[in-house]
């Protein structure tokens, strides 16, 4: 089993920057890959960003490229999204949730086993 803790959401403005939080604990964090996916109201849960198990490789979905940065500290047990330049659409709730290492970058969230209880972004235009 894995906990996962989300946390660092809140309410912005646009083109504001927030910093995103996954704490976990349990089985050994570094063995698995980790992801970010947010979901707004009347959509689906949609890929955001993810990360190998080491760290060197990400990913990210072409709506928040070049703006968001997913990063992990495995001494820390924590994984983190960076949001800048953010936008009204980027307005949702922000899961982190872990893989088995050999499903690195999956934009299914279907092959993610864990999950966190999920942190609100608000970007007010």
């Known amino acids: 089993q894995v906990q996962l803790v989300e946390s660092g959401g809140g309410l912005v403005q646009t083109g504001d920057s927030l910093r995103l939080s996954c704490a976990a604990s349990g089985r050994t964090f570094s063995s698995y890959a980790m992801g970010w996916f947010r979901q707004a109201p009347g959509k689906e849960r949609e890929f955001v960003a993810g990360?190998?198990?080491?760290?060197?490789?990400?990913y990210y979905a072409d709506s928040v490229k070049g703006r968001f940065a997913i990063s992990r500290d495995n001494a820390k047990n924590t994984a983190y999204l960076q949001m800048n330049s953010l936008k009204p659409e980027d307005t949702a709730v922000y899961y982190c949730?872990?893989?088995?290492?050999?499903?690195?970058?999956?934009?299914?969230?279907?092959?993610?086993?864990?999950w966190g209880q999920g942190t609100q972004v608000t970007v007010s235009s």
């Open positions: 949730a872990a893989a088995p290492a050999y499903r690195s970058g999956s934009y299914y969230y279907t092959e993610y086993d864990y």
């Open positions: 990360i190998s198990w080491r760290g060197g490789r990400t």
